[in-house]
């Protein structure tokens, strides 16, 4: 029995290493797929050709699975330098976030990226004007493409600064629609100069 016990508290370690070796090979073979089909003269034909383990391999590299996403820079303007106690009293002037958002698939790839930069004007502790800037998106996997224009929203709900950018991409080539989606990146920024939040959300409110 004891020897059982030990194979068993040493198995998720093989697992592990098992299970990501595993889908680092996933992802490669479904990479090479994707590149195989999208690059034919009939996509669609070409999918339709595969066996079922190079369906599956493509699937896992192209269908979302995911978002993670990265501050990348944090500004306080006016209020640089100043403590978190006394923001509240001090908070004047415009302060701004930036931040990127992944979309990954099953596989882990990236599909795509977007970003967004919200910034707010603050008087008297309220934020008086919302803007985003600096939008940006790009896609990382065969198939993949931009379906239209970066769009943004904001809100200002007197407290807090809200921005949004909403993005829109599909999946396919040539009339072959496989998937399409409209995901949004979101910084709500308060007017104390220091707090903030990052989503997905598309909803302002």
């Given at each position: 029995?004891?020897?059982?016990?030990?194979?068993?508290?040493?198995?998720?370690?093989?697992?592990?290493?098992?299970s990501k070796t595993s889908s680092a090979a996933t992802a490669s073979r479904g990479m090479a797929v994707a590149e195989q089909v999208f690059a034919s003269s009939n996509p669609r034909a070409e999918y339709d050709k595969l066996n079922a383990s190079d369906?599956?391999?493509f699937d896992?590299?192209?269908?979302?699975?995911?978002?993670?996403?990265?501050?990348?820079?944090?500004?306080?303007?006016?209020?640089?330098g100043k403590t978190v106690d006394s923001l509240a009293a001090a908070s004047s002037g415009s302060w701004w976030v930036s931040a990127s958002w992944d979309e990954k698939a099953l596989a882990g790839n990236t599909l795509f990226s977007y970003g967004q930069e919200t910034k707010?004007?603050?008087?008297?502790?309220?934020?008086?004007?919302v803007q985003v800037l600096n939008m940006y998106s790009e896609t990382?996997?065969?198939?993949?493409y931009q379906n239209g224009p970066n769009r943004s929203y904001?809100?200002?709900v007197g407290w807090e600064g809200r921005g949004i950018i909403q993005v829109d991409y599909a999946l396919g080539v040539n009339g072959w629609n496989i998937?399409?989606?409209?995901?949004?990146?979101?910084?709500?920024?308060?007017?104390?100069?220091?707090?903030?939040?990052?989503?997905?959300?598309c909803n302002p409110n």
């Open positions: 029995m004891a020897a059982v016990g030990g194979l068993l508290a040493g198995a998720p370690i093989a697992s592990a290493a098992t369906k599956a391999s896992a590299v192209e269908t979302p699975s995911s978002v993670t996403h990265t501050v990348v820079i944090r500004g306080l303007g006016a209020n640089a707010v004007y603050v008087s008297g502790g309220r934020v008086t004007s990382s996997t065969p198939g993949w904001t809100n200002n998937q399409h989606v409209t995901p949004c990146g979101q910084l709500r920024l308060n007017a104390n100069g220091y707090n903030y939040a990052v989503s997905s959300s």
